[in-house]
């Protein structure tokens, strides 16, 4: 025997490319903008001396901030080294019974990763041709579910009451609404927290806060959920959120004005943005995100995101069955944009 | 049915207390020093506007300059969020067989808890009284080994022979040898990962060079180990680290200097407090990390650890079988730690 046989293999997930060269990025759907002043502010007066002590590993100002910006209890809030820590460990918490999860098949990718590396069950869900969800179709026997909402790469949004319907029709099971691009448009899940005991919705600071760099992610859910969660954190890495992330969130949720004037502004380069698109024969669904899912009149995405690769803009492309046609395109600043369609007409 | 059943239910592990109030720390292991000024040097120049992108998935820089650092190449060194982080995913990855794992009964009690949450079958082996590992003990048919050296709670050091024989006589599995105290003394095994395929040995910045607080670990092994971690990695979080951790790696690695000077002074006073607790009557074997692991001459550790608690001197107390005689007292600064004689004595 060799201990080959003990390794689990698995097939990771892919980020989008980080270049070290300078270029125009809107492959990843990070903010175009700065971090809020404050963040700045916190990590400038942050006591370099306590960096020789443990974080607190409950977490405590950063839950409570979370907690106080949501109207929520302390016990209903969760957090994480970025959102994908806040759902793996979601994944690995609620998922560990012999039934088949379910999950649309065009959504984030990771939630497939997830599932073969903890040797969860799953089963892919078809979107309609519009990349729409079927809500019948998630009401059957499963082992749990997982909704992005808006949706990712789609950038479609799904009504509250769709959303509520799956997770009132799943009692015995877990729902997740991963809610990472909320802040750009559609309606949040959260109230459901305090009205069902069987849903989880999680968030990241990573897109419309500005703080990719800083990996703050969180979940909200009843307190006997979150306590499940804590409880396999704590089995995991006691202390998961540096000393910085701790500062930088709290600061971040502290600074609605900021937030709001830079999320405002995503929001009005993204409907300029489809005009643009549209006149260029583009189609695509409307976004609710800080990214457009849109296929070139041809179909030619691949051709278009190496020439725009050659010329420094970077967008993302999928190449998988239904969404090949297609580029995700992240929203940035209108500067950036203006370059985008610049170079895009010339193509 | 009920959700119930699919959630992983455990028992966590529960780290030291970080109380909230000035106290004399001597329960977690950090360093009574300040992490090196080229830490807070690196945190003061970070660009924040970086922060909306993601950081680096790789962790080139840090990596780099640890495999510099240890002559080794940088496809031989993995990262992660404090050893903690790099130790889960270890377990994750290289424990995935259905034989049972092996490891001391008095070790890092966190190696049952990983076990625990990831479902892995595990055996315990006890040390003998003197709290020393039986090699032989070790020879057996096995789905992998886990070895803290020095070890903890007990401060002891094992040979590097003994660690060599364990690793050869296991090449059907993996063994790894956890080195979060090994700077404050005994022989590493970083030479073994150029000799045999089959060892992983970890580290962390967060005792020897201040930086609890950043949560830094990372591990050394064969380039076909590290990456079979970094699959696993990158299937859970594509971004652990986030970019002050990167930074202050880099600098508290690069700081050689620093290091040493604190390092030398935490074991000299590590030798200077082991002669006060022999004056005390107090028991224990000799340490070789950067706490003291000793029994009271009337064996009342727990009435012990309440009286310094009172005090606002915080010691750790395990109240497990064979060692709840014990105290670990982490090495403070020398004003610490002669409050802490001057308020033992006392007692």
Same mark, same amino acid.
Request: charged residues 25%.
């Given at each position: 025997?060799?201990?080959?046989?003990?390794?689990?293999?698995?097939?990771?997930?892919?980020?989008?490319?980080?270049?070290?060269?300078?270029?125009?990025?809107?492959?990843?759907?990070?903010?175009?903008?700065?971090?809020?002043?404050?963040?700045?502010?916190?990590?400038?007066?942050?006591?370099?001396?306590?960096?020789?002590? +443990?974080? /607190?590993?409950?977490?405590? $100002?950063? @839950?409570?901030?979370?907690? %106080? &910006?949501?109207?929520?209890?302390?016990?209903?809030?969760?957090?994480?080294?970025?959102?994908?820590?806040?759902?793996?460990?979601?994944?690995?918490?609620?998922?560990?019974?012999?039934?088949?999860?379910?999950?649309?098949?065009?959504?984030?990718?990771?939630?497939?990763?997830?599932?073969?590396?903890?040797?969860?069950?799953?089963?892919?869900?078809?979107?309609?041709?519009?990349?729409?969800?079927?809500?019948?179709?998630?009401?059957?026997?499963?082992?749990?579910?997982?909704?992005?909402?808006?949706?990712?790469?789609?950038?479609?949004?799904?009504?509250?009451?769709?959303?509520?319907?799956?997770?009132?029709?799943?009692?015995?099971?877990?729902?997740?609404?991963?809610?990472? +691009?909320? /802040?750009?448009?559609?309606? $949040?899940? @959260?109230?459901?927290?305090? %009205? &069902?005991?069987?849903?989880?919705?999680?968030?990241?600071?990573?897109?419309?806060?500005?703080?990719?760099?800083?990996?703050?992610?969180?979940?909200?859910?009843?307190?006997?959920?979150?306590?499940?969660?804590?409880?396999?954190?704590?089995?995991?890495?006691?202390?998961?959120?540096?000393?910085?992330?701790?500062?930088?969130?709290?600061?971040?949720?502290?600074?609605?004005?900021?937030?709001?004037?830079?999320?405002?502004?995503?929001?009005?380069?993204?409907?300029?943005?489809?005009?643009?698109?549209?006149?260029?024969?583009?189609?695509?669904?409307?976004?609710?995100?800080?990214?457009?899912?849109?296929?070139?009149?041809?179909g030619n995405a691949k051709e278009i995101f190496e020439k725009l690769k050659e010329n420094d803009i970077y967008v993302r492309y999928f190449n998988k069955p239904r969404i090949n046609e297609?580029?995700?395109?992240?929203?940035?600043?209108?500067?950036?944009?203006?370059?985008?369609?610049?170079?895009?007409?010339?193509?």
């Open positions: 025997m060799s201990f080959e046989e003990n390794i689990r293999k698995v097939v990771p997930y892919t980020p989008g490319e980080q270049p070290q060269k300078k270029v125009i990025k809107l492959n990843t759907n990070e903010c175009p903008y700065s971090p809020s002043p404050r963040v700045a502010q916190a990590i400038k007066e942050m006591d370099i001396d306590a960096l020789r002590k +443990y974080p /607190d590993p409950v977490c405590a $100002s950063l @839950v409570s901030s979370l907690a %106080k &910006y949501y109207g929520l209890s302390d016990d209903q809030v969760f957090v994480g080294v970025g959102s994908d820590d806040v759902l793996s460990m979601c994944f690995l918490t609620f998922f560990a019974g012999q039934k088949p999860i379910i999950f649309p098949d065009i959504t984030y990718s990771f939630y497939e990763v997830w599932a073969d590396v903890y040797r969860i069950p799953y089963k892919v869900i078809p979107l309609n041709d519009n990349f729409d969800i079927n809500v019948s179709d998630y009401i059957c026997d499963n082992g749990g579910v997982v909704i992005a909402n808006p949706n990712a790469p789609t950038g479609v949004a799904e009504s509250l009451e769709n959303i509520e319907e799956i997770v009132k029709k799943n009692q015995s099971s877990i729902v997740i609404v991963d809610e990472a +691009y909320i /802040d750009f448009g559609g309606e $949040s899940a @959260v109230g459901l927290i305090n %009205k &069902y005991d069987n849903v989880i919705v999680t968030r990241t600071m990573s897109k419309s806060r500005a703080l990719a760099g800083m990996r703050i992610g969180y979940a909200f859910g009843p307190a006997k959920l979150i306590k499940y969660l804590n409880d396999v954190k704590f089995s995991v890495n006691s202390y998961t959120m540096n000393m910085p992330a701790l500062l930088a969130g709290k600061a971040a949720i502290e600074d609605d004005e900021y937030f709001t004037e830079i999320r405002d502004k995503v929001v009005a380069t993204r409907e300029w943005c489809k005009k643009e698109l549209k006149e260029l024969g583009f189609t695509f669904r409307d976004s609710k995100t800080n990214f457009i899912f849109a296929r070139p009149p041809k297609y580029l995700r395109i992240s929203i940035g600043t209108d500067d950036e944009m203006k370059k985008f369609f610049e170079v895009l007409k010339k193509i």
